[in-house]
């Protein structure tokens, strides 16, 4: 394979790097890796009103932590315009465009008059073929292309298929609007030449901008990129994708706790399938990877089978990998300034010392942090209401009792306090249970942790004896 492949990511800086766009980013990066070819992005941030220093930020960092590189600088299109105004007046001059004087009112009563008549061109060429020097003085004209009224504009699309549309249902457009800033259309088409772009991926919703932007590329004798045009995302009920089904930025996933490459094998099955692969390797997927097995209906969003799939990466994942997962997520937690303020060696070893039962637990590094706060509680612990119901006189006595066999244990591990334990159950004639559960609730202040062993073995003898004994009947 040659390196001649050239794919671009081109979010409008208008908000954060929502889910959709970080899929067509994937599947733009896992084209370009596994043809050894480049994905470039570019920040198309030409509506001056609405585009933000902070969500080109979001966007930014959003592809960082999904860990999907670019190629080259990050190219901003409004940097661009001179280059794009160039180009108009290179269609003006080769007849291809022309200036258009209409006014506002003009252009209202055609687009309502074409309405009434159920067009969809609305623009009815009124300037097409006048005379400029009919234009009426002071105005400003904007320039538009003079596209073909006859015949037909077709993309050959790698996801859609061959898709035709009718010429004499398409406008002449605006290239360059009164004001001398270039459109949207003509700056697409100009910056993926320029760019050296192969390949356009990007969501169906760009569909009847394809057949737009055909024509400038004919206008221009330029050759189109190679389309696709890739279904959006639904709702679990097949409904637009709304804030409620997840159509959150990147930074939300993170925030909630989900893994990158959990978060990438998941967009990644949405809309493409091999086979009955559900989890990938980051190189598997680039293996994989192709356009022509995407499909054409829209795919559904489903919060569960990503956060089974992250529980699934949290399993496989290193221990050292996941405590620092662990303290990068915590800016998002309401606790997480007081945890992050107890973060040192002794409570980073206990926490890797847990990590085994934790992560066996947990869907969320969010459910990891849960579970880990018996490392950082204070004493005397807060005690879960549902706990402190279990704390009756009787089962207090019992804990002094458990203390007293408990410190009897000088080489302090998981196997040598079970062993204490049960020990102390037989005797006693008790069932294990009867006796885990008041060292548990008395050691997190919770019905529900890790293994009460494990609990035992990461918190330490000194901790344990003294949060027991915080608990026991005096």
Not at 40 to 52: K, N, Q
Request: hydrophobic share 40%.
């Amino acid at each position: 394979m040659t390196d001649s492949v050239v794919t671009r990511f081109a979010p409008s800086p208008t908000g954060f790097l929502h889910i959709g766009g970080a899929r067509t980013a994937l599947f733009n990066w896992l084209y370009a890796k596994k043809r050894g070819g480049k994905m470039l992005l570019r920040i198309e941030d030409t509506d001056r009103e609405r585009s933000t220093e902070p969500a080109i930020a979001a966007i930014l960092d959003g592809l960082k932590w999904l860990e999907l590189d670019w190629d080259g600088d990050v190219i901003y299109q409004f940097s661009r315009a001179a280059r794009h105004r160039e180009v108009a007046e290179q269609l003006l001059a080769n007849g291809k465009a022309y200036r258009c004087y209409a006014t506002a009112e003009e252009l209202t009563a055609m687009r309502e008059k074409a309405r009434a008549e159920g067009r969809t061109r609305l623009y009815d060429g009124l300037w097409r073929d006048r005379d400029p020097s009919e234009a009426p003085a002071g105005m400003k004209p904007t320039i538009r292309l003079k596209a073909p009224q006859t015949g037909e504009t077709v993309i050959e699309d790698q996801v859609q298929g061959r898709v035709v549309w009718q010429n004499e249902n398409l406008d002449d457009l605006v290239l360059l609007r009164g004001d001398g800033n270039p459109t949207y259309m003509l700056a697409v088409v100009v910056d993926d030449h320029d760019m050296g772009v192969t390949h356009v991926i990007r969501g169906d919703d760009h569909l009847i901008n394809a057949a737009r932007q055909k024509q400038i590329y004919d206008a221009l004798g330029w050759d189109i990129p190679n389309m696709s045009h890739i279904p959006l995302i639904h709702g679990p009920d097949g409904s637009k994708l709304s804030k409620r089904h997840g159509a959150l930025g990147v930074d939300a996933y993170r925030a909630m706790g989900y893994l990158p490459a959990a978060l990438r094998n998941y967009l990644v099955r949405l809309g493409w399938s091999h086979g009955d692969q559900e989890i990938f390797s980051t190189q598997e997927m680039i293996d994989a990877f192709d356009l022509p097995a995407i499909g054409r209906s829209a795919a559904r969003f489903d919060f569960a089978k990503l956060e089974n799939l992250n529980g699934h990466y949290i399993r496989q994942a290193d221990d050292r990998e996941l405590v620092s997962q662990f303290e990068s997520v915590l800016a998002y937690v309401p606790e997480g300034a007081e945890l992050k303020a107890k973060l040192n060696d002794t409570t980073r070893g206990q926490l890797l010392r847990a990590m085994p039962s934790l992560k066996e637990r947990a869907k969320t590094l969010i459910e990891l942090i849960s579970g880990a706060y018996f490392i950082f509680a204070d004493r005397p612990l807060a005690i879960e209401p549902k706990a402190a119901a279990l704390l009756t006189p009787e089962t207090r006595i019992l804990i002094g009792q458990l203390r007293t066999a408990l410190e009897t244990v000088t080489d302090w591990r998981a196997e040598t306090t079970e062993a204490a334990m049960r020990n102390f159950a037989e005797q006693n004639n008790l069932k294990l249970g009867a006796v885990a559960q008041p060292l548990r609730v008395s050691l997190t202040g919770r019905t529900t942790s890790p293994g009460i062993f494990d609990v035992l073995a990461v918190l330490g003898r000194e901790e344990c004896l003294a949060r027991l004994g915080d608990q026991a009947a005096n």
